[in-house]
C-alpha cells in the first residue's frame, strides 16, 4: 500500500517563503509522476506542478510558474514543493500525489494520480 504523508505546511506572511515535503512509503518512490494540487475552501482542487521520476521534466501552473520549484529525492523517497513570492490567495490545503503508470511524464490534472496524501494547510496573511 502505498502512502504519502505532507508536512511543512503553515502559517507566513506574504512575501514569505514554505517548503513542503511529501514522504512515500509502502513503494520505491523513483518509478512514479509526482504531483502537489491545492484546494482552497469553496473551490475545486487544482493543479500546482509536476515532475517526472527523474526530475528530468517538470510542469508548473502560471500561477506557480516563477515562484514555486519542484523537486524529488529518490533515495530518500521524499518530494518537496518550495513556495517562494507566497500570496495570500496561495492560501489553501496543499497535498501531493503519487502514479505509477507513466513515471517519464508529468501529470496535470486529478485523474491522473492514484496515491494522494493527506493534506498540509498553507495560510498566507496579507
Known amino acids: 500500500q502505498v502512502q504519502l504523508a505532507e508536512s511543512g505546511g503553515g502559517w507566513v506572511q506574504a512575501g514569505g517563503s514554505l517548503r513542503l515535503s511529501c514522504a512515500v512509503s509502502?513503494?520505491?518512490?523513483?518509478?512514479?509522476?509526482m504531483g502537489w494540487f491545492r484546494q482552497a475552501p469553496g473551490k475545486e482542487r487544482e493543479f500546482v506542478a509536476s515532475?517526472?521520476?527523474?526530475?528530468?521534466?517538470?510542469d508548473y501552473a502560471d500561477s506557480a510558474s516563477g515562484r514555486f520549484i519542484i523537486s524529488r529525492d529518490n533515495a530518500k523517497n521524499t518530494g518537496y514543493l518550495q513556495m517562494n513570492a507566497l500570496k495570500p490567495e496561495d492560501s489553501a490545503v496543499f497535498y501531493c500525489?503519487?502514479?505509477?503508470?507513466?513515471?517519464?511524464?508529468?501529470?496535470?490534472?486529478?485523474?491522473?494520480?492514484?496515491?494522494w496524501g493527506q493534506g498540509t494547510q498553507v495560510t498566507v496573511s496579507g
Open positions: 515532475i517526472s521520476w527523474n526530475g528530468g521534466v517538470t
Open positions: 509502502g513503494h520505491t518512490f523513483a518509478p512514479s509522476t
Open positions: 500525489a503519487a502514479d505509477l503508470r507513466r513515471p517519464w511524464q508529468t501529470a496535470a490534472t486529478t485523474n491522473d494520480y492514484i496515491y
